[in-house]
């Protein structure tokens, strides 16, 4: 985002006022170390979830895919050197990832919103006009590419004015604006930066879901009026819960941040303050602890997720893999219907299943959905 800021600021000093206390340095970084563990491992497993299996490619968990890849890069390249530079004040890694550092970061965090963003769109079209054609492959490789190129877009002036610059007891990464002398042209761009990646998305998000929520929770599903409807209600609801939840956890991590630097843009003074070091280290790390989060989430809403990380962790003596969380990660799910006419599909008889898809009840064939399952 505005790391910039920081550069900019430190620019007039020549001395390094930013050297802390051994003990606040250690706390500071296990905080900052256990996000880069969570999220980097969390956002591996989702991705492997994904690409592992089938039953899982879906045009929502592409975009989740997606979502997990920026997640994990931003996590990987720029929490512990983010931690390091406002730590110490002083940069230790070279021009060349200087502006690697301020331009990824943006970029990361574009594709992270706008993934959720096609999400949100995506649900909305499934669910208020479900007769219409869902989203191909194509399509869905297209508009993460759109993505990704759109966020680099935007991100380029920071790679191209960054640099370093050595002081006498230190070298700082910053931003060089074209216009140094007055802070006005920085401030504008982080204002539209923060619209772009931080206001419109949430607002499209917001109108969306809300919309499907009331169709959702408070009417019916048009065009749907067949035996298996309750079915796909509580899968639709479960979806779009969990999506909301995911949306909320990036909206409140990274509103403190964004305020953070309007705040501080606005008022010069603040950046002399005592504690404003101390300030910025806690915005900063619940910004980037959003990027752990998110395997929380679905592993405690989605079922398939949540067999998939019982199967990465079933060395653990109090995880246990079922034969059901195998199924939910292998098989089609079963079309719902009446009890009448189809049995239901319980934990105990998942094994006979497995060793034979033709089993039936009361004399009655299962069936299996010949269509994909579009519900993540």
Known sequence: MAFERVGSNTTRNLTNQFVQPPWRIAL?????????????????????????????????????????????????????????????????????????????????????????????????MAIIHPLKPRLSAKATTFIIICIWSLAIVLAFPLC?????????????????????????FMYVYHIIVTVLVYMLPLVVMGITYTIVGVTLWGGTIPGDSSDNYHGQLRAKRKVVKMMVIVVVTFALCWLPYHVYFLVTGLSKSLSKWKYIQQVYLSVMWLAMSSTMYNPIIYCCLNSR??????????????????????????????????????????????????????????????RFNPEPNHNG
């Open 160 to 184: 191209y004015f960054s640099t370093t610059r050595t002081l006498p007891k230190r070298t700082i990464c910053y931003v060089a604006w074209p216009r140094m002398a007055d802070d006005h």
């Open 28 to 124: 500071w970084s296990v905080a900052y170390s256990t996000v880069l563990a969570v999220a980097v491992f969390g956002n591996l497993i989702v991705i492997w979830i994904i690409l592992a299996h089938k039953r899982m490619r879906t045009v929502t968990n592409y975009f989740l895919l997606n979502l997990a890849f920026a997640d994990v890069s931003m996590a990987a390249f720029n929490t512990l050197i983010n931690f390091i530079y406002a730590a110490h004040g002083d940069w230790y890694f070279g021009e060349v990832y200087c502006r690697f550092h301020n331009f990824f970061p943006v970029t990361a965090v574009f594709a992270s919103i706008y993934s959720m963003t096609a999400i949100a769109i995506d649900r909305y």
């Open 305 to 366: 997720f949540r067999a998939g990380f019982k199967k990465v962790f079933r060395w653990c003596p109090f995880v246990r893999a079922s034969s059901y969380d195998e199924l939910e990660l292998q098989n089609r799910r079963l079309r719902p219907g009446n009890q009448s006419s189809m049995c239901t599909l319980s934990r105990v008889n998942t094994s006979i299943l497995s060793k034979d898809k033709s089993v039936c009840c009361r004399g009655n064939r299962l």
